[in-house]
């Protein structure tokens, strides 16, 4: 058996079904070992899209996403979509075909040092050096990637291993994977910080899906009765309609969040990382209170914020063994109020489509079990504002590098990641140039996704800034010469049609939700719509500009 | 301004050096001194290495102890605290 044949093989057994890939001249041992398995390859039109297929898969499944290209270009087309899954925490395992071993070190033809370059954006990263080794890397790779704090791990395959012969030996007996449980004595301080805490406001991120801990999550608010908020990649942890939810925090948070957070006096940081968009200036970062972070990840605590209360370990028994009855209904009902008081207002003048009007009516329409892939930019903070989600993993979005181009590639993954479910990509006309080749890959395999292009014929939150922190010194950021997105869809084989007018937003979705096949609704809107609140550069959460918009 | 004198065993594999170095610059440690020798079988590096920063040493420290190929790192010098020594109990 060749050492190609090892890997695939290899990835069979770690249940491997589907991988997002193109194929090149060093990784061709492996593309030809594939033709005899069953894992399926999905060919996308740019490496970058494989990589970010992967993240979106592995972000709606919970599995690992796996992607593949060849050396050089190929591989430094992935690098993108590693970094996003590093700073957001997904686990993907990106393999690469590498020149032979005789010519590394040379320059030779498609020679890149990947293992190199992509060092600081891995969790980790193998380079083969014999075929008898690959089973066992290719487990510890998919060990590495899904355990503790989740990340990409790289495996780089020089096409002369990839040729290798040599015998099939591999026991992963014994080889699992173990999360600490928080130390008994660091549960005991977090929970006389609760006991004597007034105005407590959890604050969820992104590590609580990841943990698999919803169900305990839900169990501490509920028994608690403490009010919480949501990073970007938080949202959804418990459904956003729950009645102590207060909506997302940060630069365009929910006020009744922000305010929250800011008058509270203790701060139970469970799976976030006090990320700048979320904690605006952080010395006027919730100046009242005293902080409980919990954490899989030790290196995160204290990193950016002093915890009285540090808790390491899974947030699984830390949340179970902090679920304690406390009493704070003054505090409670105080933030209840606050969030009823500054509920969104949905009627904006004008007839053309109002972008959060649309995706409020998108939620309501689609059902509380579909997924959402966004791009970056305004139409991502308006998803993250005014969607509806019961689970995180119904929310794709690129959380810590803030990737444009994202919301596509992750869209397919997330297809092939639930077949049936309806899939929508939310994304603008900035963003969606970033990776449109992959409508070719919507109509190879005939995927079913939505795509909802907000059209503002410019790069919107970078104008956004520009009108407000820049005195409206607009640069660069014009793109009214975009093409026909409709006719562009048209070509590419999607279902495409325009919605210009508020009067047509109704009728736009039904058509959307009832495609069989792939679908663009291309949707025009004000080229000034911009996304309110928003906290200002070198500003607290205190300071949250408001103002109607067009 | 902190001085840190660290000491790690790592695993000597592919790139493990420069991973420990590439984590230390990008976290805004500067490096003042760095050695490393390999076990006699071979099997790890016993690294020591001097930095300097404005920030805690104990982010750096959580921050190797959380690498694949770090099996132990601690705070030389100057002596480690209570936090320190929890921190890195519980990343390792």
């Given at each position: 058996?060749?050492?190609?044949?090892?890997?695939?093989?290899?990835?069979?057994?770690?249940?491997?079904?589907?991988?997002?890939?193109?194929?090149?001249?060093?990784?061709?041992?492996?593309?030809?070992?594939?033709?005899?398995?069953?894992?399926?390859?999905?060919?996308?039109?740019?490496?970058?899209?494989?990589?970010?297929?992967?993240?979106?898969?592995?972000?709606?499944?919970?599995?690992?996403?796996?992607?593949?290209?060849?050396?050089?270009?190929?591989?430094?087309?992935?690098?993108?979509?590693?970094?996003?899954?590093?700073?957001?925490?997904?686990?993907?395992?990106?393999?690469?075909?590498?020149?032979?071993?005789?010519?590394?070190?040379?320059?030779?033809?498609?020679?890149?040092?990947?293992?190199?370059?992509?060092?600081?954006?891995?969790?980790?990263?193998?380079?083969?050096?014999?075929?008898?080794?690959?089973?066992?890397?290719?487990?510890?790779?998919?060990?590495?990637?899904?355990?503790?704090?989740?990340?990409?791990?790289?495996?780089?395959?020089?096409?002369?291993?990839?040729?290798?012969?040599?015998?099939?030996?591999?026991?992963?007996?014994?080889?699992?994977?173990?999360?600490?449980?928080?130390?008994?004595?660091?549960?005991?301080?977090?929970?006389?910080?609760?006991?004597?805490?007034?105005?407590?406001v959890?604050?969820?991120?992104?590590?609580?899906?990841?943990?698999?801990?919803?169900?305990?999550?839900?169990?501490?608010?509920?028994?608690?009765?403490?009010p919480f908020v949501a990073?970007?990649?938080?949202?959804?942890?418990?459904?956003t309609k729950h009645e102590l939810a207060l909506g997302m925090m940060g630069m365009h948070g929910m006020k009744a969040a922000n305010h929250a957070v800011q008058e509270s006096?203790?701060?139970?940081?469970?799976?976030?990382?006090?990320?700048?968009?979320?904690?605006?200036?952080?010395?006027?970062?919730?100046?009242?209170?005293?902080?409980?972070?919990?954490?899989?990840?030790?290196?995160?605590?204290?990193?950016?914020?002093?915890?009285?209360?540090?808790?390491?370990?899974?947030?699984?028994?830390?949340?179970?063994?902090?679920?304690?009855?406390?009493?704070?209904?003054?505090w409670r009902r105080k933030c209840l109020a606050m969030k009823e008081a500054t509920q969104w207002d949905y009627d904006a003048?004008?007839?053309?489509?109002?972008?959060p009007?649309?995706?409020r009516?998108?939620?309501?329409?689609?059902?509380?079990?579909?997924?959402?892939?966004?791009?970056?930019?305004?139409?991502?903070m308006w998803?993250a504002q005014h969607?509806?989600?019961?689970?995180?993993?119904?929310?794709?979005?690129?959380?810590?590098?803030?990737?444009?181009?994202?919301?596509?590639?992750?869209?397919?993954?997330?297809?092939?990641?639930?077949?049936?479910?309806?899939?929508?990509?939310?994304?603008?006309?900035?963003?969606?140039?970033?990776?449109?080749?992959?409508?070719?890959?919507?109509?190879?395999?005939?995927?079913?996704?939505?795509?909802?292009?907000?059209?503002?014929?410019?790069?919107?939150?970078?104008?956004?800034?520009?009108?407000?922190?820049?005195?409206?010194?607009?640069?660069?950021?014009?793109?009214?010469?975009?093409?026909?997105?409709?006719?562009?869809?048209?070509?590419?084989?999607?279902?495409?049609?325009?919605?210009?007018?508020?009067?047509?937003?109704?009728?736009?979705?039904?058509?959307?939700?009832?495609?069989?096949?792939?679908?663009?609704?291309?949707?025009?809107?004000?080229?000034?719509?911009?996304v309110w609140p928003i906290v200002?550069?070198?500003?607290?959460n205190s300071e949250m500009m408001d103002e109607v918009t067009? | 301004?902190?001085?840190?004198?660290?000491?790690?065993?790592?695993?000597?594999?592919?790139?493990?050096?420069?991973?420990?170095?590439?984590?230390?610059?990008?976290?805004?440690?500067?490096?003042?001194?760095?050695?490393?020798?390999?076990?006699?079988?071979?099997?790890?590096?016993?690294?020591?290495?001097?930095?300097?920063?404005?920030?805690?040493?104990?982010?750096?420290?959580?921050?190797?102890?959380?690498?694949?190929?770090?099996?132990?790192?601690?705070?030389?010098?100057?002596?480690?605290?209570?936090?320190?020594?929890?921190?890195?109990?519980?990343?390792?």
């Amino acid at each position: 058996m060749k050492g190609a044949q090892f890997l695939v093989k290899a990835l069979e057994r770690e249940g491997v079904e589907v991988i997002f890939g193109y194929p090149g001249g060093a990784i061709m041992p492996v593309y030809d070992a594939l033709i005899d398995s069953k894992i399926r390859h999905i060919l996308v039109r740019h490496e970058q899209a494989a990589a970010l297929a992967a993240d979106g898969y592995a972000r709606a499944s919970g599995k690992v996403g796996v992607c593949m290209a060849t050396s050089g270009p190929g591989a430094t087309n992935l690098v993108t979509g590693i970094a996003n899954a590093y700073m957001d925490s997904v686990p993907v395992v990106a393999i690469t075909g590498q020149v032979a071993t005789n010519l590394m070190g040379t320059d030779a033809f498609q020679e890149v040092d990947i293992f190199g370059i992509t060092l600081p954006v891995v969790k980790h990263s193998f380079l083969v050096r014999t075929a008898a080794e690959l089973p066992e890397i290719v487990h510890e790779a998919f060990r590495i990637a899904r355990s503790g704090r989740p990340g990409p791990v790289l495996i780089d395959l020089p096409k002369d291993i990839a040729n290798t012969v040599a015998g099939y030996e591999f026991d992963a007996n014994g080889k699992g994977e173990v999360t600490a449980a928080p130390s008994n004595e660091s549960i005991a301080y977090a929970l006389e910080l609760l006991r004597k805490s007034e105005r407590p406001v959890a604050y969820v991120g992104g590590g609580v899906g990841m943990a698999n801990a919803l169900a305990e999550l839900k169990t501490f608010i509920e028994t608690t009765s403490i009010p919480f908020v949501a990073t970007l990649k938080g949202l959804g942890s418990i459904s956003t309609k729950h009645e102590l939810a207060l909506g997302m925090m940060g630069m365009h948070g929910m006020k009744a969040a922000n305010h929250a957070v800011q008058e509270s006096d203790l701060l139970i940081c469970i799976g976030a990382r006090f990320d700048d968009r979320a904690t605006g200036r952080l010395n006027g970062f919730a100046p009242h209170a005293k902080v409980i972070h919990l954490d899989v990840d030790a290196a995160e605590i204290g990193k950016l914020r002093h915890a009285e209360a540090p808790v390491a370990g899974n947030l699984r028994d830390s949340l179970k063994a902090l679920a304690c009855q406390l009493n704070i209904e003054p505090w409670r009902r105080k933030c209840l109020a606050m969030k009823e008081a500054t509920q969104w207002d949905y009627d904006a003048p004008g007839s053309q489509v109002y972008a959060p009007d649309f995706l409020r009516r998108l939620s309501e329409r689609a059902g509380e079990n579909c997924i959402v892939a966004c791009d970056v930019g305004q139409h991502q903070m308006w998803v993250a504002q005014h969607f509806h989600f019961t689970n995180p993993a119904q929310h794709l979005t690129s959380g810590g590098l803030g990737t444009m181009g994202f919301g596509l590639p992750a869209a397919i993954g997330a297809q092939f990641a639930f077949p049936d479910a309806t899939v929508i990509n939310v994304s603008g006309d900035g963003s969606i140039m970033m990776n449109l080749q992959e409508f070719a890959t919507l109509r190879r395999y005939e995927l079913p996704v939505k795509v909802v292009l907000f059209d503002n014929s410019a790069l919107g939150m970078v104008r956004q800034w520009q009108e407000l922190f820049h005195d409206r010194r607009y640069s660069e950021v014009d793109l009214s010469d975009n093409p026909d997105f409709a006719l562009v869809a048209q070509s590419m084989g999607l279902t495409s049609f325009r919605v210009d007018r508020r009067q047509d937003v109704d009728g736009a979705i039904d058509q959307l939700l009832a495609a069989r096949g792939p679908v663009l609704a291309h949707v025009i809107i004000h080229q000034e719509a911009n996304v309110w609140p928003i906290v200002g550069p070198g500003k607290s959460n205190s300071e949250m500009m408001d103002e109607v918009t067009l | 301004m902190n001085t840190l004198k660290l000491r790690m065993r790592v695993r000597h594999s592919e790139g493990a050096l420069v991973r420990v170095l590439s984590v230390t610059r990008r976290r805004r440690f500067d490096l003042l001194h760095v050695s490393a020798d390999a076990t006699p079988d071979g099997a790890f590096l016993e690294v020591q290495m001097t930095v300097q920063a404005e920030r805690a040493g104990h982010t750096l420290l959580s921050q190797l102890a959380k690498l694949e190929d770090v099996s132990e790192v601690e705070i030389l010098e100057p002596a480690e605290t209570e936090r320190d020594a929890q921190v890195a109990s519980l990343g390792a």
